[in-house]
């Protein structure tokens, strides 16, 4: 079965400095890799997601996470945090190799970003 | 290009009652999904449809929940009746063409609904 595992109810850091919330995951076969963001009373907007190919994925306003399949890990990072970066953060997974399986999300993280 | 609608907003209602949920999805695309996300934990799919055929409805609660897309555009879900554990927010996503499993998705705001 899928499963998505986010350690952190809540990261906290300093504008400036830089981020990372943590996301692993669980799937049988490879995974399709995603992160969205949920501002208050607003839907979740895609940031970025893993398909293939390269580690390293950039994806919107700065942020950019790292794959990494022998730690099935796929943690969300940015150089430089900003106050307005503060909202939910959810990681979300996909079997490749199941097709028609649904998405599943983790529990979310809160991130806070003090000015 | 506007985005997913859904209406509306925000619902209350006493326990055993029943309550509707619309979504128009962005133009053009086939994919349509419910999601129910209750407070603290991600969105769970309830249902997916491709146009108007139904995809996945095997975590829907089909004693009481129903679904329907019936000209492939907008769709209602319905909960009959509604219980204390139904509060949460129902959100609605849709996607281009068929689901090929890695196209990002595109939520709407969502219906905060609160059984009372």
């Known amino acids: 079965a899928q499963s998505v595992a986010q350690p952190e109810d809540q990261v906290n850091v300093a504008e400036g400095n830089p981020l990372t919330v943590k996301c692993t995951y669980s799937v049988s076969g490879n995974p399709y890799l995603f992160w969205y963001v949920q501002y208050p009373n607003r839907g979740l907007q895609f940031l970025l997601k893993?398909?293939?190919?390269?580690?390293l994925v950039k994806g919107s306003y700065g942020f950019e996470a790292e794959f990494n399949k022998s730690q099935t890990s796929f943690h969300l990072k940015k150089p430089s945090a900003l106050v307005s970066d503060s909202a939910l953060y959810f990681c979300a997974v996909r079997d490749q190799d199941q097709a028609g399986t649904a998405l599943i999300f983790g529990k979310g993280t809160t991130l806070s970003v003090s000015s | 290009e506007a985005g997913v609608a859904q209406s509306p907003r925000y619902k209350i209602i006493e326990k055993r009652q029943s309550v509707a949920f619309w979504c128009n999805p962005i133009s053009g695309h086939a994919t349509l999904y419910w999601y129910q996300q209750i407070l603290g934990q991600g969105p769970k799919l309830l249902i997916q449809?491709?146009?108007?055929?139904?995809?996945?409805d095997s975590q829907l609660p089909k004693d009481r929940f129903s679904a329907e897309r019936l000209k492939g555009v907008d769709s209602t879900l319905k909960i009959q009746p509604a219980k204390l554990e139904d509060s949460a927010v129902y959100l609605c996503?849709?996607?281009?063409?068929?689901?090929?499993?890695?196209?990002?998705?595109?939520f709407g705001p969502g219906t905060r609904l609160t059984v009372l």
């Open positions: 449809f491709q146009n108007n055929g139904v995809v996945d």
């Open positions: 996503a849709s996607t281009s063409e068929w689901d090929t499993s890695y196209n990002e998705q595109f």
């Open positions: 893993y398909i293939t190919g390269d580690n």
